[in-house]
């Protein structure tokens, strides 16, 4: 599995994606919490965006050697199981000599100074960083937009439109405040680099 896609998941539970090497791409787009040892040991996963976090426990990214970028854009500081500073142990954001490197937690720039004095987080104050954040809007007739509410300055994401039953995907669609791509096939939508508010619009058409 290379893959972890779960537009509706709530809750990453204990130990689910432990172990998987080949994990590279993943999205939770509504989760808000991830339990003790989710992605434990996932060391070819790069980033990880989790915007509608509420709460990590005991050591969820552990070994996770290749994680140099994490976003959690949300509006909350998510809250971490009795203080505790290891959910990012053994990895860039660890140690300052580790792999050679430093990785960042990139945060809304109006809670970067928060985060740096919040127990769990405080451990990570110099690899925290606040950036503008935009919120995005989906009107899709006929349809969901399954993608994050909330797109940071200078990142992207992906998600899916998916039609009703008796609907079929939109042949086009319209994206205003950022860059955008559209497989119509698919439905898979890209959108990056945000100018401000972003607001995905389509129709999906009888099938």
């Not at 987080?121 to 937009?145: A, L």
Request: glycine residues 8%.
């Amino acid at each position: 599995m290379s893959y972890a896609i779960f537009p509706n998941c709530g809750s990453v539970s204990d130990s689910c994606f432990q172990a998987l090497s080949n994990l590279t791409n993943i999205s939770f787009p509504e989760c808000r919490f991830v339990q003790t040892n989710a992605f434990y040991g996932c060391y070819n996963l790069p980033l990880i965006s989790f915007p509608k976090i509420l709460s990590l426990t005991y050591s969820p990214f552990m070994n996770c050697s290749a994680i140099s970028k994490a976003y959690f854009l949300g509006p909350m500081i998510p809250a971490v199981q009795n203080g505790s500073s290891n959910f990012f142990a053994n990895t860039p954001m660890s140690s300052t000599s580790y792999l050679g490197y430093y990785g960042s937690i990139y945060v809304r720039a109006s809670l970067a100074s928060l985060y740096k004095i919040t127990s769990g987080w405080s451990w990570y104050s110099d690899r925290i960083v606040g950036i503008e954040v935009y919120d995005v809007s989906k009107n899709i007739t006929h349809g969901q937009c399954l993608i994050d509410d909330y797109l940071g300055e200078g990142t992207s994401t992906f998600g899916t439109i998916y039609p009703d039953d008796g609907y079929a995907l939109p042949s086009s669609i319209t994206v205003s405040g950022c860059d955008y791509t559209y497989d119509n096939t698919t439905g898979k939508v890209t959108i990056s680099n945000p100018t401000g508010d972003v607001t995905i619009t389509g129709e999906c058409n009888p099938s």
